[in-house]
Structures are given as structure tokens and as C-alpha cells.
């Protein structure tokens, strides 16, 4: 990480995982850094206005708000696909744990909300 501390764009986030003794590293299948979060992407995940196909990466140290997030960026992206709400899951392998899992989970839950709070909230009460 040394070596992105002269960036003016970059070094604002190496704070982030500065103590920590591992940085996550996102590669495609043929191994190509897609992504060393949360401090930089690759030209080679560059979206253009010629992309077709986009590969949504989220990393946080929580992963239950990661999953919120996630969710909530392919419902929002997916309303102005092609072919509408159109998703391809992923399959992530934890090698600590070589646990796997599938994302995005999209998984339905129920909320119960105060309509009152709410309105407050938002500023119409």
C-alpha cells in the first residue's frame, strides 16, 4: 500500500486497512485484479459507455450491511438492464474457511415500520 500513498485520489482510504496484516484482492477467473477494495479498481473493470455486462463487487467489515448494499445495487442497476432485473449470481469461495457461498442472496424479508416515524423522518409531519 506504500506504493499508492503519493496518490491524491488514493490515499485518503489507505487508513482503512492500514493495520491489517491481509488486503482482499478481487481477481476473474483468468487471475487478471479486478480490485484491491476499498482502495482501487482496475481499468480492466472500467465501465464504459460500451459495457454490456457489469460485475457488481461490494466489501465491507460487516457483511450482513455488504449484503444489504449489494441487494440494493443490483435491484437498482437491473431496472435498466435489457432484459429487466436480470442477474447472474457469483459464487465466493472464503479460502480462510473454504466456505462458499452465492451472491447476491436478494432474499426477501419483512420490515414493519411506524408510519408516523416515518413521515417525520422524510420531514411531512
Do not use: W
Request: glycine share 4%; hydrophobic share 40%.
Amino acid at each position: 500500500m506504500v506504493f499508492y500513498q503519493s496518490s491524491h485520489h488514493l490515499k485518503h482510504y489507505l487508513h482503512i486497512t492500514k493495520d491489517e496484516p491481509l488486503h482482499p484482492v478481487i481477481r476473474d477467473l483468468k487471475g487478471v485484479v479486478v480490485s484491491i477494495p476499498p482502495i482501487i479498481n482496475g481499468d480492466h473493470s472500467k465501465v464504459t459507455m460500451d459495457t454490456k455486462n457489469i460485475f457488481i463487487e461490494c466489501t465491507a467489515t460487516d457483511l450482513t450491511k455488504a449484503n444489504i448494499v449489494l441487494d440494493i445495487l443490483v435491484t437498482m442497476i437491473g431496472e435498466h438492464a435489457k432484459v429487466k432485473f436480470e442477474a447472474e449470481a457469483t459464487t465466493v469461495l472464503y479460502e480462510e474457511t473454504q466456505e462458499v457461498k452465492v451472491y447476491p442472496s436478494l432474499a426477501y424479508r419483512k420490515e414493519s415500520i411506524d408510519v408516523k416515524s416515518v413521515n417525520e423522518l422524510i420531514g411531512i409531519e
